[in-house]
């Protein structure tokens, strides 16, 4: 496996998509990444003090690709088996993250001892109905010289006591199955090295202060014109110049409207953007610039996502 702890982040990486495997084998397209080199600098201190490195940022900045962007970097094509992507829900649990016992199955195998040899054999064993997550699974692939990559993205989703139930797992990258410990027995968790967390948060609630001494901040700009045009041209490298820089200023046209009025309900976003330039593809390059020419904001339904921003900004 290439990669490893002393390979530094450098961002370059990704200067153009990837075609690769995911962890199940299935291929995968992994898009371009553009870090500032700010950012950069935070992930490398990030891993000099091994914390959890936070970000913060509107949507469409960039703060949930990051996590796999490093994985990459660090470990090309072998990427998969090292990065763990831990999407928080309003109902996910702390304990969710690192393992859940399947009490059921347990309860339907004890039913059947005595009628099925492999089952009672199965069923004498509390560690064969536990069922690892993702931070679980992080701290099992975590070795020493080549640690994991976790992403535990929009921790504010979940309940308030959500970033505090973590912090005893986070410092200590370990952890006890306390299923297999009421059997008298002992199953113990512990990662060889620590691995590399990526946390997002969208600002839908405060964060508890001993959950943020713990972590690394950084916010994430929303992409420049110049990134833009790169982000662009990597998805479409087809696209003609005049097509490209003609949509890319009328988006942030748009943006910067949508800033200036107070009741818009939701800026474009990078994702937006992708794909009104996704439909205007499909068109010869004299057919849409003329398009484009309109008073009104070409294929808009891509692009605005109310009615009230439709009513606001569907002309130009």
Same mark, same amino acid.
């Given at each position: 496996?290439?990669?490893?702890?002393?390979?530094?982040?450098?961002?370059? +990486?990704?200067?153009?998509?990837?075609?690769?495997?995911? !962890?199940?084998?299935?291929?995968?397209?992994?898009?371009?990444?553009?870090?500032? /080199?700010?950012?950069?600098?935070?992930?490398?201190?990030?891993?000099?003090?091994?914390?959890?490195?936070?970000?913060?940022? /509107?949507?469409?900045?960039?703060?949930?690709?990051?996590? %796999? +962007?490093?994985?990459?970097?660090?470990?090309?094509?072998?990427?998969? @088996?090292?990065?763990?992507?831990?999407?928080?829900?309003?109902?996910?649990?702390?304990?969710?993250?690192?393992?859940?016992?399947?009490?059921?199955?347990?309860?339907?195998? +004890?039913?059947?001892?005595?009628?099925? @040899?492999?089952?009672?054999? !199965?069923? $004498?064993?509390?560690?064969?109905?536990?069922?690892?997550?993702?931070?679980?699974?992080?701290?099992?692939?975590?070795?020493?010289?080549?640690?994991?990559?976790?992403?535990?993205?929009?921790?504010? %989703?979940?309940?308030?006591?959500?970033?505090?139930?973590?912090?005893?797992?986070? &410092?200590?990258?370990?952890?006890?199955?306390?299923?297999?410990?009421?059997?008298?027995?002992? %199953?113990?968790?512990?990662? /060889?090295?620590?691995?590399?967390?990526?946390?997002?948060?969208?600002?839908?609630?405060?964060?508890?202060?001993?959950?943020?001494?713990?972590?690394?901040?950084?916010?994430?700009?929303?992409?420049?014109?110049?990134?833009?045009?790169?982000?662009?041209?990597?998805?479409?490298? /087809?696209?003609?110049?005049?097509?490209?820089?003609? +949509?890319?200023?009328?988006?942030?046209?748009?943006?910067?409207?949508?800033?200036?009025?107070?009741?818009?309900? %939701?800026?474009?976003?990078?994702?937006?953007?992708?794909?009104?330039?996704?439909?205007?593809?499909?068109?010869?390059?004299?057919?849409?610039?003329?398009?484009?020419?309109? &008073?009104?904001?070409?294929?808009?339904?891509?692009?605005?996502?109310?009615?009230? $921003?439709?009513?606001?900004?569907?002309?130009?």
């Amino acid at each position: 496996m290439a990669g490893g702890i002393d390979k530094a982040y450098t961002g370059e +990486a990704l200067i153009k998509s990837v075609e690769t495997k995911d !962890r199940f084998g299935h291929p995968e397209r992994i898009a371009p990444y553009y870090p500032s /080199e700010r950012l950069v600098e935070s992930v490398k201190l990030a891993r000099l003090l091994r914390r959890p490195l936070l970000l913060k940022g /509107e949507p469409g900045c960039g703060k949930t690709r990051l996590a %796999k +962007a490093v994985a990459y970097e660090m470990y090309g094509d072998d990427y998969a @088996q090292k990065y763990f992507e831990w999407n928080v829900k309003s109902t996910t649990k702390a304990k969710d993250g690192l393992y859940t016992f399947d009490y059921i199955q347990r309860l339907r195998d +004890a039913q059947l001892e005595g009628q099925n @040899q492999e089952i009672e054999k !199965r069923s $004498d064993r509390p560690e064969n109905y536990i069922q690892y997550g993702e931070l679980g699974r992080a701290f099992m692939a975590s070795k020493e010289g080549a640690p994991a990559i976790l992403l535990i993205d929009e921790v504010d %989703k979940a309940d308030i006591d959500f970033p505090n139930d973590l912090l005893l797992e986070l &410092d200590q990258t370990r952890f006890e199955v306390q299923e297999v410990k009421k059997q008298g027995l002992s %199953k113990v968790i512990t990662a /060889e090295e620590k691995p590399i967390i990526f946390i997002t948060s969208n600002d839908e609630r405060e964060l508890p202060p001993a959950f943020l001494r713990r972590c690394l901040f950084h916010f994430i700009d929303f992409p420049n014109p110049t990134i833009m045009d790169q982000i662009i041209s990597s998805n479409f490298p /087809e696209l003609a110049g005049k097509v490209r820089e003609e +949509a890319i200023k009328q988006f942030y046209d748009l943006r910067q409207k949508m800033q200036e009025e107070a009741n818009t309900e %939701k800026k474009v976003a990078t994702s937006e953007l992708i794909d009104w330039v996704k439909i205007l593809n499909t068109f010869d390059e004299k057919e849409i610039l003329e398009k484009l020419e309109s &008073d009104d904001i070409l294929f808009n339904q891509s692009l605005l996502k109310s009615k009230t $921003d439709f009513t606001l900004h569907a002309k130009k």
